[in-house]
């Protein structure tokens, strides 16, 4: 019942012409019918252009952060009206780079992700763990600590049109994946926490698998009961690779 999700974090990858034959690539492999849904987040600054090229494929267009606030003095930003006005129709926030190199705290990150999904965005909330606090076997409280500034802030109804990502840190750009086993220990530990507020929602909120997912492990973490998909970052620059996590997902 729910239905698969892959998106592609390109991260500050890309130039115009390496995304115009990236895109072109995946619009040429895609299925004409898939029965995921599929959605890359380019840089800020390509948005548009990638919006464009995508136009009436299907395959949907993602930010990889917003602005908390809805207009006015602050330098560097874009807000969620913004993210809409150009074609997106995801954000991704609580990356953990934006959470470790940017220090973005729980708070800011539930108020993004409240601008987001007031402003008709499906944001992609990030939670997870560092490596240190898997070691002190801390996986559990902090996902839920991260999830929880969320659900305070806007609430368990905003959960219908959201999606959650697992990403525990130390399985980013490593090439250390989590087993699917430890992947699905948390992915049922997310879904419970919702639950506690509506059993519902929680059942139809999609969560995702991030972190060294590539074309040779996708279909086993997939398989995994409580893992709806996936938010690629480094496979996500390789048509051919993202094709073949994409049809991973499709297979489940
Ligand atoms: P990775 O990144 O697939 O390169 O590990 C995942 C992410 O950061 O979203």
């Given at each position: 019942?729910?239905?698969?999700?892959?998106?592609?974090?390109?991260?500050m990858h890309g130039t115009r012409a390496e995304n115009a034959?990236?895109?072109?690539?995946?619009?040429?492999g895609l299925p004409a019918q898939p029965s995921v849904d599929i959605a890359v987040c380019p840089p800020f600054v390509y948005l548009w252009e990638v919006a464009r090229l995508v136009k009436g494929s299907g395959?949907?267009?993602?930010?990889?952060?917003?602005?908390?606030?809805?207009?006015?003095?602050?330098?560097?930003e874009a807000s969620a009206t913004m993210l809409k006005d150009v074609g997106c129709q995801y954000v991704i926030v609580g990356h953990s780079e934006r959470r470790g190199i940017f220090k973005e705290t729980d708070a800011l990150v539930a108020r993004k992700f409240l601008a987001a999904h007031s402003h008709g965005l499906i944001p992609i909330l990030c939670v997870g763990e560092t490596l240190e606090e898997r070691e002190r076997g801390q996986m559990a409280e902090v996902v839920s600590r991260q999830l929880r500034a969320v659900l305070d802030v806007a609430g368990v109804?905003?959960?219908?049109?959201?999606v959650v990502a697992y990403e525990p840190?130390?399985?980013?750009?490593?090439?250390?994946?989590?087993?699917?086993?430890?992947?699905?220990?948390?992915?049922?530990?997310?879904?419970?926490?919702?639950?506690?507020?509506?059993?519902?929602?929680?059942a139809a909120l999609r969560v995702l698998y991030g972190g060294s997912v590539?074309?040779?492990?996708?279909?086993?973490?997939?398989?995994?009961?409580?893992?709806?998909?996936?938010?690629?970052?480094?496979?996500?620059?390789?048509?051919?690779?993202?094709?073949?996590?994409?049809?991973?997902?499709?297979?489940?």
């Open positions: 019942m729910r239905r698969p999700f892959v998106a592609g974090n390109w991260k034959v990236l895109i072109e690539a995946l619009l040429l395959l949907g267009v993602g930010a990889q952060s917003v602005c908390a606030e809805p207009v006015g003095a602050f330098t560097g109804e905003a959960m219908r049109t959201a840190v130390w399985a980013i750009g490593t090439g250390k994946n989590a087993s699917p086993a430890q992947a699905q220990e948390a992915h049922a530990h997310i879904r419970a926490e919702v639950a506690a507020r509506d059993a519902k929602i929680a590539k074309a040779t492990n996708a279909r086993e973490i997939f398989a995994m009961p409580d893992v709806d998909g996936g938010l690629i970052g480094g496979a996500s620059l390789k048509a051919d690779e993202f094709l073949k996590i994409c049809a991973a997902a499709q297979a489940h």
